[in-house]
């Protein structure tokens, strides 16, 4: 029997993951967070895109070393202790969620853990959020079909841009990367655009998601496309969760 939930929640760069992670980890209980930049390859090994370095593809990633650690995960209930996360030394910035309304959540989880969910969330069968950029595209079938409940966050090509432009830049293996000038344009948002583009109807991930092919997926895709304040996607995936969960466990 799975000792574990996996609960993969992607989307394009800057679009939230990370953060609705760590929310989602405070308002549910037995959870652990998995972060698939953890599984980014030594820099020399990633690939070049228009002559800068590409860490937003397929081939920057030790796939193997994640699905084996996903596999782990499922066994054990519990992350491997050969995995040490660099991820979380990465600031994600302020989420802007009121205290309240997390406290009010964590009310409605309580609540369904008496009415059901202590059979469905325990000590013995963990949930385990695995965010990453690119976890559902046709590059990482492996990936995605060892993910139970899945769920893409968007953000338009203009916010992404803005909000990463304002990071700081990120802990590596070999220290610290800061994305040169012209980065999201040129690496980012093609290599989202190349992997996703099949959700979306022609392609065009700011446009229309395909609704066929996101249900036949099995991802739940967050509404509001991209302009939801992080209160209301958490609220969204708080709910989509405890229902999911719910379903399953019938």
Request: with cysteine.
């Amino acid at each position: 029997m799975s000792k574990a939930t996996i609960l993969g929640l992607s989307g394009p760069s800057s679009s939230g993951k990370t953060t609705l992670a760590r929310l989602l980890r405070s308002v549910f209980p037995h959870t652990l967070v998995l972060h698939e930049d953890d599984f980014y390859r030594p820099e020399e090994e990633l690939p070049f895109r228009s002559g800068l370095r590409n860490w937003d593809c397929a081939a920057a990633l030790d796939i193997p070393a994640l699905v084996k650690a996903l596999a782990f995960i499922r066994e054990n209930g519990r992350l491997p202790d050969w995995l040490v996360s660099k991820e979380d030394r990465n600031s994600v910035g302020e989420h802007g969620v009121p205290l309240d309304t997390i406290e009010n959540l964590k009310d409605s989880v309580k609540a369904w853990m008496q009415r059901r969910g202590n059979g469905i969330l325990n000590e013995s069968r963990k949930m385990v959020m695995l965010d990453g950029f690119l976890l559902f595209g046709e590059s990482v079938k492996e990936v995605r079909e060892a993910i139970d409940i899945k769920m893409l966050l968007r953000v338009k090509f203009a916010r992404a841009k803005d909000r990463r432009e304002k990071r700081s830049g990120y802990v590596t293996l070999e220290g610290f990367w800061e994305d040169p000038p012209g980065y999201v344009e040129k690496v980012v948002w093609p290599g989202y655009m190349e992997e996703h583009g099949f959700l979306f109807e022609a392609g065009d991930v700011d446009g229309t998601v395909d609704e066929k092919v996101v249900e036949n997926l099995g991802i739940q895709v967050c509404p509001g496309e991209g302009e939801w304040p992080m209160e209301k996607v958490l609220e969204w995936a708080v709910d989509n969760v405890m229902e999911t969960l719910t379903a399953k466990a019938k």
